[in-house]
């Protein structure tokens, strides 16, 4: 059984800073990419940032600059540090753990709220 776990979600004022993070453990190998994806209410899930296992990094437009994601191979862990939160980044985030050859795996989400 494969669990994905995130932490680290919160209320944080315009402007401020939060750090998510998310491990994955259980039955799980080949890891090739680990992201971060967020929905707002009444809004599609998107991608925020992800990673592939050689580094190779991706951010939505919008948070370039001020979002940076990175992870741990050995201990299946990615990371996303937040700067410079504003309202529109409110939004559940989720993590997702994609693999070779036993397919993708979503933790349960984390609520982000920039509100002052």
């Known amino acids: 059984q494969v669990q994905v776990v995130e932490s680290g979600g919160g209320l944080v004022q315009p402007g401020g800073s939060l750090r998510l993070s998310c491990a994955a453990s259980?039955?799980?190998?080949?890891?090739?990419?680990m992201g971060w994806y967020r929905q707002a209410p009444g809004k599609q899930r998107e991608l925020v940032a992800d990673?592939?296992?050689?580094?190779?990094?991706n951010y939505k437009d919008s948070v370039k600059g001020r979002f940076t994601i990175s992870r741990d191979n050995g201990k299946n862990t990615v990371s996303l540090q937040m700067n410079t939160l504003k309202p529109e980044d409110t939004a559940v985030y989720f993590c997702?753990?994609?693999?070779?050859?036993?397919?993708?795996?979503w933790g349960q989400g984390t609520q982000v709220t920039v509100s002052s």
């Open positions: 997702l753990v994609q693999t070779v050859l036993t397919g993708d795996y």
């Open positions: 259980g039955s799980i190998s080949s890891i090739y990419v």
């Open positions: 990673i592939s296992n050689s580094g190779r990094t």
